[in-house]
Structures are given as structure tokens and as C-alpha cells.
């Protein structure tokens, strides 16, 4: 599943690399986002509501109910803005909170971190802008072809830096790019780019 958004859009979502959740489930969605209602002293009864509430707005998510609230496992980021804004319709923004989205990493030795294929077209004098923004970004294998009005970026990229790509794609360009995002497999910390630098996975959280 990919996300594909066009950056008129400007809203990024706000999640943390730090806040991490290991893969147990659904490995082909690498974010978790967590919705609770703080109204309410138990979380399951909104999480089962908010579940149907839902109904078959979910493509390229997969909801839980729990003792937390709803879990929503995403394949991307944009996958999540259209349930986020069905749930604030539906209960209201006084009973939805969101924390998250989480990257979600394998568990083991060594751990393995989402890599993601990105695809990125904008005008061509944001060409060479777009693709050292990604190299500061830990992607690799980026390649670039430019035409007479539009440049093709293409890389792979660890998902704990992509987190909110979409909106910093807007600034960067001026709200004239897309971005396509798709997972292309879990890797090692090397391999997926991160570093010392990165925020640290912390316990095993369910």
C-alpha cells in the first residue's frame, strides 16, 4: 500500500521515533497510533465504538480495540488522516486523543528497522533541494532524473526519519511536490540508516 499525497495538503502528523512498538502483527504496517478518549476511566468500550465508528474507512490500516484504547496499525502516514478525521467527526474532538504515530521495529538480534521506498516528483529546480534533503536523512541509493519541467527522486529511506515527511515536502517546495511512501522491507540498524544519534527503543511495549 502505498501513500501517495500531494503537499497542498500541509499538515504533517506528529510522531516519535523515540515512542517505539515492536512488530508482532501486521509487519507489512510499520506505524502504530494509539486513540483514547480521556473522558472516559476505561479505554475498551471507546476502542470497541470507535472500531465500528470506523466502519470501512481503514485502507492501509488495521484497528484493535484494547485495554488502551484503539491501536491503529498504518502502512504509511497517510493512511492515518482519513480515519483521524472520521473519529474527531464522529466523537468530537473533546473525546479523541492521539499518541503516536510510533515506528514500529522487529524484535531480536540485531533489531530491524522499517526501510521505506519513497518516490518524489516536483518541479525541476527543487530537484537537487529534495535530494540532499534525503541523504541528511539517512537514504541511500537516491537517484534522480531530471526532465524540462519535472524532477523524479527516488530512494530508500528508514521510516524513523520520514516521520512527517509530507508536510516538510510542502515547505520545502512551496506546496508543488508528491510524495509517494511504501515499505520496502526491516533491516538492521546499520543497514536502515540509523545511528547512535537516534533515540533509543526503550523497553518492549506492547
Known sequence: MRESRQSPDPRPLRG?????????????H????????????GQVSFGLRAA?????????VVSQANVSGLCMFACNEAALVEPIDAL?????PEHVRLTGPHVRFWPGKPMRWPVMTVVIRVPE????RVRSDLVDRGARCVEAEH??????????????????????????????GEVEIELRGYDSAEASGRSDRDPDPGPRAA
Open 147 to 176: 526532465g524540462s519541467r519535472t524532477a523524479l527522486v527516488r530512494a530508500e529511506a528508514p521510516q524513523t526519519r520520514l516521520l512527517g515527511y509530507a508536510g516538510w515536502l510542502h515547505v520545502l517546495t512551496g506546496g508543488r
Open 30 to 41: 510499520p506505524l502504530a497510533l494509539y486513540v483514547w478518549d480521556p473522558t472516559e476511566v
Open 88 to 92: 474527531l467527526a464522529h466523537f468530537g
Open 16 to 28: 516519535s521515533a523515540a515512542a517505539v512498538s515492536p512488530v508482532f502483527a501486521h509487519p507489512d
Open 52 to 60: 465500528v465508528a470506523l466502519g470501512d474507512r481503514q485502507a492501509g
Open 125 to 128: 529546480h527543487y530537484g537537487a
